[in-house]
């Protein structure tokens, strides 16, 4: 068969991006496309994807007019077949014996040995970017939104208030003696109830270490010396950023946590969701979990981010549009020219508070951005998926972001949204800059922004809790741009905020009666409640203590503006 | 909406109209072995076969019989009703595999709710409800991922909760624990019922009868969730059904 005798020569044409392809294969490809098209080709083991490209170079050659065009070719390596981009044209300038331009970017070697043939004619299923992680994770080449599949997982992350729990299940389900499912993919991260004085707090942080001890976990960032955090090596703080910065997340990959913002790694482009105690002591023994294939709704974010908005106010945006349980059981896939120029920390932030409208997960495609970050975090090999052209979103909302203008959230829920400036005239007793949704590196030299452009002192306490150690000390040490070298906690002292407090979880969740910046007592005065903006995630009554506290969530920015005038403020009030 | 539908375990359930009450015993099968992913045995083990009792023998349903149905007053709340409110996040420190802990866990279930709430769910100086049953509205559970919310509800004596919607950790939780039977109303009924108010509810019949106003309601059939709660939880759910492989 003339074609078979071809086909040598168009491997090679996709291996190097040369070839020899004469006229007499051009024209057993013209017959095949033509007349026998996709079956020859399928059988030969050639995609769909990759007929059209090669019926496009017969085009192309057979045209010799058509020379001018040029081509960005990225195949994308998934589930072993191509996948190409959207912008795939060809450079050609003659058929026979001619050298194909070389603007083929990173040409993938199809597979040689084992070809599996495409499904004949009909689209293969297209699937969004969690959809292929789950197919992967599966190992099911097919899957579709509301199947149950069992999953294998890459990451399981606990910290001290779900881990004994955790820990305890396993034991008991699994045995006394049993051992980890891998002790390399369980990171513990003591974080929420750290610098207490409560016993049980303290003694569940020792119940984390025996259980490391015992099962010889890799990564276990532990902490011995409360009244010193500094002392502590190994001491991470707020677990979401911990595993960030530690490069455990990575695209592609399936990271689970005993916490509900551990959606925040869906900004690194892979799934990763909340999972409770009974949950997590399962997966601790086998390494893998039922989970139902979420449908995706789409959120496509265009424009030129203002310099009065963060990506707190993003997230705002649209969980006030669509209200607390809007994303229940669904994945939220951030995409669009804004979410692209946003850093890896903002993209952390969105993903953040996916779980605050119901959704299972949030994720931004893996980008430049994502691999820069990674580069000095990870050795691992990784493998980024994306939403096919053609995948099903269940619904795609667009905003304009040069439109919007800076948030909050009202107590006592985060979907009550209302414009800062609108509420202008509501007074304040606290605020709260800290917590993994907006207490990261990037979330200070905000705040620290705002205080320098304004130059005062704040008129209410306000408290300053960062995520990390590594946070900690890039408040200490990284220069404010446009302060002349400051550093943000020296801005900060001299803005008369509080000193930076010992990383961790806070008082984002009230924690125990001792934890710092806790919203105790109800009242502010004989007349009103207590009032906090905070950076943090929710606010439902007692979020952050007593159950009549007020809590307004805002950006960094909001957060510090209102700081500066003792009432919810519009941060446009000093950054304009 | 979460359904209650929603969740399937595998091709082979079968579905039992029979809830277990929590303080049935989970049997631990004589041994045990797991796979990982690659196929390397994770764990093998041998144990005597022991009976580990749910709650201590303080429950005073230690002597129910498994039925088909729930009975008993009923506690109405409304919507989005958060872990937070459920339990309080200074009461985390407790670890519900632990009983004592667990019991005490009970105690502080639905603390939380704001005074508008004039009734309490579990009275001052108790340990345990009266409440056998909640009414909610929707997204009931929404906010952490903390196991602490259902356990704290069922520790406390509630059986199920009749919600127009679940949020979706708190309804994973719920079923995989078998603490509480999460049920789907078709109606509003935070909006019929009232707090103290005799319901019934028939798992079979999809059915709440509500004796105090006379009114029935129809609720979402349970489908493949009625197992895994019928069974225990997730862990032995998977044993039974063979998810998880036993020797011999």
Redesign the interface.
């Known amino acids: 068969m003339e074609l078979k005798s071809c086909s040598n020569d168009i491997v090679i044409f996709f291996l190097n991006s040369q070839t020899d392809i004469g006229p007499d294969c051009c024209h057993a490809i013209d017959i095949i496309t033509c007349n026998y098209w996709p079956a020859m080709l399928t059988s030969l083991g050639f995609t769909v994807e990759e007929g059209n490209i090669l019926r496009d170079y017969y085009n192309a050659s057979s045209a010799p007019s058509l020379g001018g065009l040029t081509v960005i070719y990225q195949p994308q390596k998934d589930l072993g077949s191509f996948c190409f981009s959207s912008t795939s044209q060809f450079s050609v300038n003659k058929c026979k014996k001619s050298a194909v331009s070389k603007k083929i970017v990173s040409v993938m070697a199809p597979q040689q040995s084992e070809r599996r043939p495409a499904t004949t004619g009909s689209v293969k299923n297209a699937m969004t970017l969690t959809e292929k992680i789950f197919s992967r994770a599966s190992e099911k080449p097919q899957l579709s939104p509301?199947d149950?599949v069992w999953v294998?997982v890459d990451i399981l992350m606990t910290h001290d208030?779900?881990g004994?729990?955790s820990?305890?299940?396993f034991k008991?389900?699994?045995?006394e003696?049993?051992?980890v499912?891998?002790r390399e993919k369980i990171v513990i991260i003591p974080d929420?109830?750290i610098f207490t004085s409560?016993e049980?707090?303290n003694r569940?942080v020792d119940?984390l270490r025996d259980f490391c001890m015992e099962q010889n976990i890799k990564y276990f960032y532990d902490i011995k010396d409360l009244g010193n955090f500094k002392a502590n090596p190994d001491y991470k703080g707020v677990c979401h950023i911990a595993l960030a910065q530690e490069g455990h997340c990575r695209p592609g990959e399936v990271l689970l946590g005993?916490?509900?913002h551990?959606c925040t790694a869906g900004a690194f482009g892979q799934f990763a969701t909340?999972?409770?105690?009974?949950?997590a002591?399962?997966v601790l023994?086998?390494?893998?979990v039922?989970l139902?294939v979420p449908p995706t709704l789409r959120f496509v974010l265009d424009g030129e981010m203002p310099d009065y908005l963060l990506a707190k106010d993003l997230i705002l945006q649209i969980i006030g549009e669509i209200s607390?349980?809007g994303a229940?059981?669904k994945s939220m896939e951030f995409v669009g020219t804004t979410v692209e120029r946003l850093s890896m920390e903002e993209r952390m932030t969105l993903c953040n508070m996916v779980?605050e409208a119901?959704g299972?997960n949030g994720v931004v495609p893996a980008d430049g951005t994502t691999f820069k970050y990674l580069e000095d975090k990870t050795s691992l090999p990784y493998e980024p998926v994306y939403s096919d052209e053609k995948a099903s979103f269940l619904s795609e909302y667009r905003f304009d972001i040069s439109k919007l203008e800076p948030l909050v959230a009202k107590p006592h829920?985060p979907d009550n949204r209302a414009l800062a400036r609108e509420c202008k005239d509501v007074k304040i007793d606290r605020v709260y800059i800290g917590s993994c949704t907006g207490g990261k590196t990037e979330d200070f030299l905000a705040a620290a922004k705002v205080f320098l452009a304004s130059g005062k002192k704040v008129k209410v306490p306000t408290f300053l809790v960062p995520a990390t150690q590594k946070v900690w000390m890039d408040v200490y040490t990284l220069p404010v741009p446009g302060s002349g070298g400051k550093t943000c906690s020296q801005i900060f002292e001299e803005a008369g905020c509080d000193t930076p407090a010992s990383p961790s979880c806070g008082a984002c969740?009230?924690?125990?009666?001792d934890t710092y910046a806790r919203m105790n007592e109800p009242m502010a005065s004989c007349l009103s409640l207590q009032v906090c903006v905070s950076t943090t995630n929710?606010n439902?009554?007692?979020?952050m203590g007593h159950?009549?506290g007020q809590i307004y969530l805002a950006s960094p920015y909001t957060a510090a503006a209102s700081a500066l005038t003792g009432y919810v403020t519009d941060p446009r009030e000093f950054l304009e | 909406m979460v359904t209650a539908s929603s969740i399937s375990f595998g091709a082979n359930t079968t579905f039992t109209s029979s809830p277990i009450p929590k303080t049935k015993p989970l049997f631990i099968p004589h041994s045990l072995k797991f796979t990982t992913g690659n196929g390397r045995a994770a764990v093998t083990f041998q144990r005597a076969v022991s009976v580990i009792p749910k709650a201590t023998s303080a429950d005073s349903r230690a002597t129910k019989e498994p039925t088909a149905t729930f009975h008993g007053l009923c506690y109405v709340v409304g919507d989005n009703i958060d872990t937070d409110q459920i339990i309080p996040a200074e009461y985390l420190t407790l670890v519900p595999s632990n009983p004592d802990e667990y019991e005490k866990l009970g105690s502080y279930a639905l603390i939380g709710l704001p005074a508008t709430y004039t009734t309490r769910f579990i009275d001052e100086n108790e340990t345990k409800t009266k409440y056998k049953i909640i009414i909610a509205g929707g997204n009931f559970g929404c906010g952490s991922s903390r196991e602490h919310a259902p356990v704290a509800l069922g520790a406390a004596g509630c059986s199920a909760v009749v919600a127009e919607s679940y949020a979706r950790i708190f309804f994973r939780n719920s079923v995989a624990t078998g603490e509480i039977y999460p049920l789907d109303s078709e109606a509003r009924l935070c909006e019929e019922c009232s707090t103290g108010d005799v319901v019934t509810i028939e798992i079979a019949e999809s059915r709440l009868i509500n004796h105090t106003t006379g009114k029935e309601y129809k609720l979402k059939p349970i489908g493949d969730l009625g197992p895994v709660i019928d069974a225990g939880g997730i862990f032995a759910y998977a044993r039974k059904t063979g998810m998880i492989a036993s020797r011999n």
Do not use: Q
Not at chain 1, 509 to 513: A, D, H, N, R
């Open positions: 509301g149950n294998n208030v779900c004994p729990g820990f305890g299940i008991k389900e699994f045995g003696n049993a051992k499912w891998d929420h109830y409560d049980r707090a569940n119940i005993t916490d509900s551990t909340g999972i409770g105690n009974t949950d002591g399962f023994g086998t390494g893998k039922l139902k607390v349980a229940t059981y779980v119901g299972k829920s969740l009230g924690g125990p009666k929710r439902f009554p007692g979020r159950k009549e």
